[in-house]
């Protein structure tokens, strides 16, 4: 099995700043990969260097075998993403979503209406294709992100916080959707989370991040096996000395804010 990420020292300094500290993984092709660390931990500085948002101050990526420096288009075609900030059209409706998402990645168009009907009917949205999407719940919305980044049948899907804020219901229908997916379509999912037990029932293999540095990797069996630990959550507070619960609250804390800011 290839491998579809690399990556290699690599490092990105803000100011002096040491934001990632010359940091080394491997993703393989198909695989559910989390990325796991604190706040600040160098997560989210990580996958915009990944999809192009960010340059690296050194070190190498290899995106789906593209430099995302040199060959920063291809990297993009090579993986859909969800956001921790939704970032659907709310006045467009649910099929209007992704038919736009469709025409950018010059999906043609006989394909691009099977895949689309295909895909909300996978998330159970077919029914609501027509309805304004500001009229969604949180995890309808979230569905349909899902079912828009795989519409152009992207290598790999990045996940940043996909569940943060919803119920465990929900959170646990939206894993179905997404590893269910990652088995019929063979996409490699790229994930951050606060919720360990999420990291600890999907993912094949774990890097856990602390203060810009890979302080381990490896299934998550192998790092309780690791630190002598009963679950993953536990492993990740002897690998970083935090509490995940501590960051979870302060992550849906950040979230609640910014909803009262916009309801300004």
């Given at each position: 099995m290839k491998n579809i990420i690399e990556v290699k020292n690599l490092t990105k300094n803000f100011n002096g700043f040491v934001a990632v500290n010359s940091i080394s993984f491997l993703v393989k092709e198909g695989e559910i990969f989390a990325f796991l660390g604190p706040n600040s931990a160098g997560k989210t500085t990580t996958v915009k260097m990944l999809t192009t948002l960010l340059k690296p101050t050194r070190g190498e990526i290899r995106v789906n075998g593209y430099d995302p420096i040199t060959h920063p288009h291809n990297v993009r075609r090579s993986f859909g993403i969800v956001f921790q900030d939704q970032s659907l059209d709310d006045e467009l409706t649910a099929y209007e979503n992704m038919e736009f998402h469709g025409i950018l990645y010059q999906v043609p168009k006989d394909i691009r209406q099977e895949r689309i009907?295909?895909?909300?009917?996978?998330?159970?949205?077919?029914?609501?294709?027509?309805?304004?999407?500001?009229?969604?719940?949180?995890?309808?919305?979230?569905?349909?992100e899902i079912a828009r980044g795989f519409l152009h049948q992207p290598k790999i899907f990045f996940l940043d916080e996909p569940t943060l804020g919803l119920d465990s219901q929900t959170r646990n229908h939206i894993w179905n959707y997404i590893k269910e997916l990652n088995g019929k379509e063979k996409t490699t999912v790229f994930f951050t989370t606060h919720y360990i037990e999420e990291a600890d029932r999907v993912a094949n293999r774990v890097a856990i991040i602390d203060n810009g540095i890979i302080v381990a990797q490896g299934s998550p069996q192998e790092l309780k096996e690791l630190t002598q630990s009963s679950s993953l959550e536990e492993a990740f507070l002897k690998l970083t000395g935090h509490t995940i619960r501590e960051e979870e609250a302060a992550a849906i804390d950040r979230l609640r804010m910014r909803r009262k800011i916009m309801r300004r």
């Open positions: 009907e295909k895909l909300l009917k996978f998330v159970e949205l077919w029914n609501r294709k027509d309805d304004l999407v500001k009229h969604f719940s949180g995890g309808m919305k979230r569905r349909l």
